[in-house]
Nanobody, 120 residues
Framework: QVQLVESGGGLVQPGGSLRLSCAAS????????MAWYRQAPGKQRELVAG???????NYADSVKGRFTISRDNAKKTVYLQMTSLKPEDTAVYYC??????????????WGQGTQVTVSS
């Protein structure tokens, strides 16, 4: 079994910062691409940022220059540093990872989601 557990969400004022974390655990051989998605009420889930096993990153245009994705392979953790937060960043943020399990099978996994609310 593989689990992704997110933490770090909460309520923040516009212009503020938050750091999300997502830790993977279980029967993991290797972590491949990891990413953060978000889903606002009434909207489709969208990709926020992704990071490859080699450290290459990509971002949604709406968060470029404000959000930074990083990973610590030894801790099996991916982070999302969010700065200059705007009300439109309000959403449930989900961690996603493509993981090779001990049987050599690559599967996608999702975390349970963490709420980020940007409001004064």
């Amino acid at each position: 079994q593989v689990q992704l557990v997110e933490s770090g969400g909460g309520l923040v004022q516009p212009g503020g910062s938050l750091r999300l974390s997502c830790a993977a655990s279980g029967s993991i051989f290797s972590l491949n691409t990891m990413a953060w998605y978000r889903q606002a009420p009434g909207k489709q889930r969208e990709l926020v940022a992704g990071i490859s096993s080699g450290g290459s990153t990509n971002y949604a245009d709406s968060v470029k220059g404000r959000f930074t994705i990083s990973r610590d392979n030894a801790k099996k953790t991916v982070y999302l540093q969010m700065t200059s937060l705007k009300p439109e960043d309000t959403a449930v943020y989900y961690c996603n990872a493509r993981i090779t399990n001990l049987q050599g099978v690559v599967l996608p996994y999702w975390g349970q989601g963490t709420q980020v609310t940007v409001s004064s």
